[in-house]
């Protein structure tokens, strides 16, 4: 049964920080399965079984490639080459697509932060592409719109574009041209671990933020189902 994270999840993250080798890591690795590994599974567990409500077909896997991500960096595709991750990333997600490619609650910690989102990170390129068709239909760009608007009001922030310009094929002077500069749709929410995070009152507190952005969630959902269909 989850009962909250540990602040010796934390601490031994830090350590990880000033000890990133593999040696250091499978002396220790005995520690991770207790301190994060344990916890992070019941999370799963128990926040699955809430998310339900919001998304029947959620999809809360319990394990390493499912819900939870490897501790050990594939550092073939990042500029970081230190072995072992200091962050810890937990994932929900709905379709059948790639878990990072599908509409997905989210949430990372590290030893001061916490960072929970709803959304796609990243849209990889052939994923990119269909958006930028989709939302050329004026009713899934409007839809779009007033629901990040919404957010905002609400406090929420949201992901800012990355491109600067507006691609080719759009009208830079449509109200909605700005969507086209996202390569990412995501909102997200920042916090530091507090009495809540180490508690179990954090899956109501989690679930509450997800709830809020369900519409976003939603939204991403029906995008990426028409485009399997449609592409």
Not at 110 to 128: D, F, M
């Amino acid at each position: 049964m989850f009962q909250g994270f540990k602040q010796e999840a934390l601490d031994f993250l830090d350590e990880i920080a000033v000890n990133n080798t593999k040696i250091w890591f499978e002396d220790n690795r005995h520690r991770w399965e207790k301190l994060i590994l344990e916890p992070n599974k019941a999370y799963v567990q128990e926040m699955g079984e809430h998310l339900i409500a919001l998304a029947p077909f959620i999809k809360a896997e319990p394990k390493s490639a499912g819900s939870l991500f490897r501790i050990y960096r594939d550092t073939r595709f990042s500029k970081d080459k230190t072995p072992i991750k200091t962050k810890i990333g937990i994932i929900f997600w709905q379709g059948t697509g790639h878990r990072m490619q599908s509409p997905c609650f989210y949430m990372q910690y590290k030893s001061h932060e916490v960072y929970i989102a709803t959304g796609i990170r990243t849209l990889k390129t052939p994923l990119l592409k269909k958006y930028r068709e989709y939302i050329k239909i004026e009713r899934h760009a409007k839809a779009l719109h007033e629901i990040l608007e919404n957010l905002k009001e609400k406090g929420i922030t949201i992901n800012e574009a990355h491109y600067k310009r507006v691609p080719s094929g759009f009208d830079k002077e449509n109200t909605y041209a700005y969507l086209s500069q996202y390569n990412g749709l995501f909102v997200h929410k920042i916090f530091k671990p507090n009495k809540t995070f180490f508690s179990k009152k954090i899956i109501n507190y989690n679930f509450k933020f997800y709830d809020q952005t369900l519409d976003l969630f939603n939204w991403i959902d029906g995008f990426v189902k028409s485009s399997e269909e449609s592409f």
